[in-house]
């Protein structure tokens, strides 16, 4: 297998401006190429395209909008999952000798309908990710004992790393008691326990061993790659309290990298809600399973930022087929030693857990400086 | 680059019946573990889905229908040509080594509203396919002398291929008179020049050389691919007597399976309209430029099978995210000499030509039994 590292990346700021698609797309291929001065049109093979938007042809439109002609050109969708999904499909294109330099761009509008799948009627009334969310919450509540106050620490820690995050959709902080305090959307799950949905673009270039030194000096290696789908429905989910997809895709990926989870040194993880959070880290083994509250509790209070450090989906907003990509954004930075105040010192290797639809399916990619 | 084939296929009768997009899929998914009884479902890496559709999550539900856990799902769209492009993506998954088995379905709804370029709004009420079609067929009339009888040989040659097909949406002929008597829909093209929206479906099954052998004694080789976007928008098109990203396309495709047009056994080319079969034969180099309309008058009167033996999209029906897909099953057969009262006599080499939008985008793949 040949190897693929990120050699660049773009991002805008995430908000709820009016702008088309196409707009939004372009916005963080520009950034993209703000970045890399030695990136021109004609080196890009591969443009794909993760959103879950409705228009078409958005790959060949963003290639024509930015001045390349590229070889492969297409969308990728997968719900929330389509960035890491997305990323690992021009690893493969790189991988397999069919490209030597792609370009990945996702974005999402905050106001797009294409957002809830529809699909999963079996659930009527409840289809709304929120439900699934107060269902792990309740599970999770009465198997470990994790509390309401748990629930706001994620939030409360992650609105705090982002406000060092300059694309990020929010721009303040909350205490754990206004956390705990905000409007209940269920009886489990709190207004500010939820991502909230954003406008958000983010790009990243990715190149084979052999070109990639044209782009950086420091190249991000995927070293990782996990990917498991279990089902569409929540419905077939038989334990509430665990992410299956995210442990066999976690188990893949840690044993492609030769790592284990205590080599990890920063990671993003898909906190749609806060409890997501609390289930990842143990699901991606950073710690015992019903521990994940106090994991986080001792990040927060000793201000690791090890776990978000941009402030994840609650702090930085989610724009589904833009979320994965920024994740990988931000652990391309964190490697490259340029993540200014968000920083983690010395890291060197760094994860990424993307899901879709209550983790029916999972990403996880690891990556090497 | 590790070899992958062709290993299984399912198709379903095209047709306009009131039937859901997840149905529609399913039902080619069935076909194919009907026509494969070595196949079970976990030997399935990967599901990706080929369509327009505005439905999220497809390949994660065709998965959770067909009672599949892969590794890898998402949709990959791209218009007409998401089918060529799908299957290019699941070769490249199992080429890199991240997967063995991929199933690859398309499917398209005739009433699916997401079938027209609606950003190419620079052709205003003029953005309609057709419109590009009569931009192609008057500037090939007037450079080589094309002729609407010639047009109408490529439909009527199309119709009948279509008889044997016992797949597609069409089922009667058409005399070459009839066709140039039927309705006009602009001044150069008429109604049976055009090919129909239609539902349909279509799914095929790759495999790496090691595992292949379980599904198929006779695995059908992807020897050649190649892949171009020029654009998104018609209006850059700057000869509209060629189709450029077919030309780059098949030179790349040639090139990599080491393959020239000569070698060519039997192909599917995408017959959108009457004058894109005359112009593929052209710039895929089966014959010389201006001389397309001789080639394929000439096939029709020697009864000659060789181009779009299923009948091309004109015969078969336009499912888009299906037909790039039921092309590469037609190939399949054909190499596997299992085509029937189609069947190209000893034929050993095939070709796919699946294009998107005026030809801003084409992908070439090459096939060896």
């Excluded at 782009?215 to 665990?242: E, H, R, Y």
């Excluded at 188990?251 to 749609?272: C, L």
């Amino acid at each position: 297998m040949k190897r693929v590292a990120i050699g660049g990346f773009g991002l805008t700021k995430f908000n709820k401006d009016d702008i088309s698609i196409e707009s939004l797309m372009l916005s963080s291929v520009k950034s993209l190429f703000d970045n890399n001065s030695n990136l021109i049109q004609k080196d890009v093979d591969v443009i794909l395209t993760s959103t879950n938007d409705n228009s078409k042809y958005l790959a060949n439109i963003v290639s024509e909008l930015a001045g390349i002609s590229p070889k492969i050109s297409h969308s990728v969708e997968s719900l929330c999952n389509s960035g890491a999904n997305s990323v690992v499909s021009a690893f493969s294109y790189i991988s397999s000798g069919l490209a030597d330099v792609a370009l990945v761009v996702g974005a999402e509008k905050f106001d797009n309908p294409g957002l809830i799948l529809e699909w999963d009627i079996s659930r009527g009334q409840y289809k709304h990710p929120v439900y699934w969310s107060s269902m792990f919450t309740k599970s999770h509540m009465r198997k470990y004992g994790t509390t309401m106050e748990d629930l706001a620490i994620v939030s409360a820690k992650n609105h705090k790393n982002a406000l060092a995050n300059p694309y990020a959709y929010f721009d303040k902080t909350y205490s754990v008691d206004e956390i705990m305090q905000s409007k209940n959307i269920t009886e489990d799950v709190r207004v500010l326990d939820c991502s909230f949905l954003c406008n958000g673009s983010a790009a990243v270039l990715l190149a084979s061993e052999e070109i990639i030194k044209k782009f950086t000096d420091c190249p991000v290696w995927i070293t990782g790659i996990g990917q498991k789908t279990i089902s569409a429905g929540f419905t077939k989910n038989d334990d509430l309290t665990s992410m299956k997809s995210t442990q066999y895709a976690a188990n893949d990926a840690y044993a492609m990298s030769k790592k284990e989870p205590k080599d990890i040194d920063v990671a993003e993880v898909h906190d749609a809600f806060s409890i997501c959070e609390i289930m990842e880290v143990e699901d991606l083994c950073f710690t015992q399973k019903g521990n994940g509250n106090q994991f986080v509790k001792n990040m927060y209070e000793t201000q690791d930022k090890k776990i978000n450090p941009r402030g994840g989906l609650i702090g930085s907003g989610h724009p589904l087929g833009a979320t994965g990509i920024a994740q990988i954004v931000e652990i391309s930075q964190q490697l490259q030693n340029k993540a200014e105040k968000r920083q983690v010192e010395g890291a060197k290797v760094g994860l990424v857990q993307n899901m879709s639809a209550a983790a029916t399916s999972s990403t996880v990619l690891i990556f090497e400086s």
